[in-house]
């Protein structure tokens, strides 16, 4: 099946700092990527859509100037936190949908980004 | 609007016995249901899915989900549970169409496999 990468699978940061996650489609190109975050204990909720060569669309709540989405490219979208804070700790997961539906199923997912801010 | 619930935060059985793990969702259209699973430091995997065709559907690793309209269920069971099968377990309903990335997702349920 289809295989998206995200990467770095964890990351610790001082507060203040930007930090940025990746996600790739490695067989398939995904003009839709989806970028989740996972609070302890709780289930996914979807931050924001992102379409490559536009710009991203937030879900109610999310800060956009905080999570700053990149989609230039047909294989990688980015999700950088700015001035992170403690309470950005989460983990993170990217999906990407293959339109194509080549390998039977249209929506995969990353292995996540667990993101530790101090 | 579209939500979904997980009964069941914790789910114990022994390796061998059979599972069930409960779904129920709400929605003003169609739905389109998944179940995911999650396992420690790997990303979700789609275990199998319902979008309006038969509503036993059988994904993998031994397992399967009744989509009932009348109970707006759709839980997940499995005859005979592994070791392996440990692990976070996610019910999804999506937004529009099946395989959007607009999904509702449960608030999971962690399944533990005693031996």
């Known amino acids: 099946g289809a295989v998206v990468s995200q990467h770095p699978s964890w990351v610790i940061c001082k507060s203040g700092t930007s930090v940025k996650i990746e996600c790739r489609s490695l067989?398939?190109?995904?003009?839709?990527m989806f970028w989740y975050r996972q609070f302890p204990k709780q289930s996914l909720m979807l931050m924001a859509t992102s379409n490559e060569g536009s710009k991203a669309t937030y879900e109610q709540g999310v800060e956009k100037d905080k999570f700053l989405i990149n989609h230039a490219s047909l294989t990688l979208s980015t999700l950088t936190v700015t001035s992170a804070h403690p309470e950005d700790s989460s983990f993170y997961i990217c999906?990407?949908?293959?339109?194509?539906?080549?390998?039977?199923?249209?929506?995969?997912f990353g292995s996540g980004t667990q993101l530790s801010v101090l | 609007a579209q939500s979904v619930t997980q009964l069941d935060s914790h789910v114990s059985v022994s390796e061998g016995t059979p599972v069930l793990l409960r779904c129920n969702y709400s929605s003003s259209y169609s739905p389109s249901l998944f179940w995911y699973v999650q396992h420690p430091n790997k990303g979700l995997q789609l275990l199998l899915k319902y979008t309006s065709a038969a509503t036993l559907v059988k994904g993998i690793n031994g397992f399967e989900a009744e989509f009932k309209k009348s109970e707006t269920s759709f839980h997940l069971t499995k005859p005979s549970a592994h070791m392996s099968d440990a692990a976070e377990y996610f019910c999804v309903v999506s937004y529009y169409s099946s395989n959007t990335g607009k999904l509702i997702f449960g608030q999971g349920t962690t399944l533990q496999v005693k031996p």
């Open positions: 999906s990407a949908r293959d339109p194509s539906g080549a390998s039977g199923e249209k929506l995969f």
């Open positions: 067989d398939f190109q995904a003009t839709t």
